[in-house]
């Protein structure tokens, strides 16, 4: 899969900015694992646009019933309603950043090269402008990347990166998971960096 990242003349989007207008609608509609989401997977869709100095996230999804749990940064949110995006910014490098955020704007930001003895990051979130509008089968959240928070961490931003975008609700009312690019694995893994797709930023 590939996404194409338009760039908007502004620092960062607000939820309700009318910029996500220019943006490419991504589809979080692959279901690795039919057997565990008995129940079908919510709709949801994500944004992402290129700004003057750094990227900003949108998802949004139909999920009934959210939940909404737990409070505690880099806590377990994937256990709640939960979306999230995996980045490569920097494609020579084997690290990669995961964001994981639930209904309350709660993220859980880890960093490594898979999912084993990830660095959890402890960065002041309010650089982050976590917004989310959580109402029960219409929740909406988005939140700012700054480009010098990524290069504390990569040597670089390349114009293509790689990266992947989910959805999932490990003790939701409906357990499930559905990602933007397929993974082939036996059993849920999102940290598999060789399933990532394509992300080109617009010159």
């Known amino acids: 899969m590939e996404y194409t990242v338009k760039k908007v003349c502004s620092p960062a989007l607000h939820l309700d900015s009318a910029q996500w207008d220019k943006a490419q609608t991504g589809y979080i509609d692959k279901e690795p694992w039919p057997g565990l989401t008995k ?113 504390r961490y990569f040597g670089q931003i390349c114009p293509v990166c790689r990266a992947n975008f989910y959805k999932c609700g490990d003790e939701t009312n409906k357990p499930h998971y559905a990602v933007w690019n397929p993974v082939e694995s036996e059993k849920p893994d999102y940290h598999l960096s060789d399933f990532f797709g394509i992300i080109r930023i617009e010159k």
């Open 39 to 151: 129940h079908g997977i919510p709709e949801t869709e994500f944004w992402l646009v290129r700004c003057q100095d750094g990227f900003s996230v949108k998802f949004h999804t139909n999920e009934a019933r959210l939940r909404s749990e737990v409070t505690r940064e880099n806590g377990e949110v994937c256990c709640d309603s939960c979306v999230e995006f995996f980045l490569k910014p920097d494609v020579y490098d084997t690290n990669y950043i995961n964001f994981e955020l639930n209904p309350k704007g709660v993220m859980h930001i880890g960093l490594g090269k898979d999912r084993y003895g990830r660095q959890l990051i402890d960065e002041d979130r309010s650089i982050f402008r976590v917004e989310s509008d959580a109402k029960d089968g219409d929740w909406s959240i988005c939140w700012y990347i700054p480009d010098s928070f990524l290069l």
